[in-house]
Each structure stands twice: as C-alpha cells, then as structure tokens.
C-alpha cells in the first residue's frame, strides 16, 4: 500500500490535505513552501557561520600544527560546510529563478531535495569540526571517538529516530 503521508510522493498528500485541512494543491503547497522556508532559515545561519569559522582556520598560527591526516579532514570538513551551505542556500536561487513562472510544485520538491542534501552535509561537517577540535584539544584517539559520536548522533536523531517516527505514524494511521 502506498503511504498516505509519503514525503517522496507529495501527490499522495492531496486527498488527506483536502479531507483533512480542506486544502487545494496550491494552498498545501504554500504551506509546504513556508514550512520548508523556516527550516532552512534555521540551519542557514547555523551553516553560514561554520562555514566562515572553517575558512579563517588556515591563517591561524596554530593551524600549521595540524598533521597529514588532520588537514585531511579539515580539507574534507570544508567540503561539506560548503556543500551544505550551497545545498541549503540553493531553493533562494531557485526561488528566484522559477519566481512568477507558476512552478511551486517544482521549487517545493526541489529544495525538498536541497534541504535534505544540505542536512547530510551539514551532519557531515559538524561531524568534522568535532574530530578536529578534539584532536587539537585532546589527541588523536579522543577526536576519532567524538567525531564518531558526534555522527552517531546525528544519524540517530536526524535520520533514524525520523524514519522510525514515519513509519510508526503510518502503522498508527493503518489500523
């Protein structure tokens, strides 16, 4: 059976929207665009500032301290900082470019995507930043075991706990 509620199939939204909330498509699209918009304006700033933070690191004079492996997962950190602020900044652009042209379904789904992208890398990127402030601050076994807890974390509340939440909602909704 197809879920009612379906994230990956907004169509799937419209009947339970329309029974339920007594929405048209393009009212649960409006609030399908806000909702989105107030998320990332959550992680935006967030992303913005680590990102900055991560980019004056080399021209501090301790950086030049940093072993091999560590500048590694710096360059790698920075990546992902990057990538999750391209990602997260992305439906802004989008927004701008389809505005006016009657494309909401596109720009929800899109930066539906891009939100999920950008959260990924973000987790990434913290993950990252954990390792190496550990490593400076306590040594190498120490940044490995936090950067490994720190991703951990991430996976259980930014993914696992979610899709249970989802699938438990739909058993719920089912019977």
Known sequence: MIAAMDVDHPEYDQPWDHSERGETEAERLDRNWASLLQELRVTQTGVQLLTGFLLTLPFQQRFDLLGDT?????????GCSVGATVALIAPVGMHRLLFRR?????????????AYAGLVL??????GVTVIIFDAVSGHPAGIIAGACALALFAVFWLLVPLWLRSRDLTLRDS
């Open 70 to 78: 560590m500048r590694a997962v710096y360059l790698a950190t920075v």
């Open 122 to 127: 973000l987790g990434l990127a913290l993950s």
């Open 102 to 114: 009657h494309r909401l379904l596109v720009l929800v789904s899109a930066a539906h995507r891009c």
